[in-house]
């Protein structure tokens, strides 16, 4: 299970503006923003764009410049592999170790949705243990049980990141990952794809036509 909520794109005015300032060429600017406050590329600004794109990582630079921030909800096994992507993101997460008791566990706070009847039915039996470790903590807060939560939790545990980057790392998660094997790569792949002019930009990137 993977959930994005709360997406922002960000400087892609300023970004635009300097891909324009090797030729000195803002006259041909053309993008402007419409009534909801969008800024709309116009059809000079976006083939200039796609191009530089097209052309390769040493002339897409602008593309580092657009930025994305975003509400990522999913499970800590995903997230051990999103953490490869440590060049251009910063991400302020949930804290595990500081809330792990706040509230009781439930179901609804791991990634189940791939396990077969059998093991969803012990798995549940375990949560109802954890639950119980949970109440002994909060009962006389004896770091032993704290531990236990700790060092019992699995990896399917869902956990939220508020996480920053580009377009440039969104092309390589994008390219690299969009076949994964793990279904969540799948869901942040069609997210990144539904973002303002990601399918050509993007597309341009990889050479494609997304």
Same mark, same amino acid.
């Given at each position: 299970? @993977? #959930? ?5 794109? =960000?400087? @892609? ?27 709309? @590329? ?9 191009? +530089? ?13 657009? !930025?994305?921030? =975003?509400?990522?909800?999913?499970? =800590?096994?995903?997230? #051990? ?25 439930? !179901? ?11 093991? +969803? ?21 004896? #770091?032993?049980?704290?531990?236990? =939560? ?42 990144? !794809?539904? +973002? ?5 930009? +993007? ?6 036509? @997304?």
């Amino acid at each position: 299970m @993977l #959930k994005v909520e709360h997406i922002s794109v =960000m400087n @892609l005015e300023n970004a635009m503006r300097g891909a324009r300032n090797p030729l000195n060429s803002w006259a041909r600017g053309d993008s402007a923003y419409d009534s909801e406050g969008n800024y709309i @590329l116009g059809e000079n600004d976006l083939s200039l764009a796609t191009r +530089l794109c097209s052309a390769g990582t040493d002339h897409r630079k602008f593309i580092r410049q657009i !930025l994305v921030s =975003m509400d990522i909800t999913a499970p =800590m096994y995903w997230w #051990k592999e999103f953490d490869t992507y440590k060049v251009g993101t910063v991400a302020n997460s949930t804290s595990t170790m500081h809330k792990i008791h706040a509230k009781p566990f439930e !179901l609804a706070d791991f990634s189940v949705d791939h396990m077969t009847a059998e093991s +969803l039915a012990e798995f549940e039996k375990f949560i109802a243990y954890m639950e119980q470790v949970r109440l002994r903590y909060m009962e006389n807060k004896d #770091k032993q049980y704290w531990y236990d =939560m700790i060092q019992l939790l699995p990896s399917s545990y869902n956990q939220m990141r508020t996480v920053t980057l580009n377009y440039e790392v969104l092309a390589n998660i994008y390219y690299a990952r969009r076949n994964h094997k793990l279904a969540e790569w799948h869901t942040l792949c069609d997210a990144i !794809l539904d +973002l303002p002019y990601a399918r050509e930009l +993007l597309g341009a990137c990889g050479g494609e036509t @997304l």
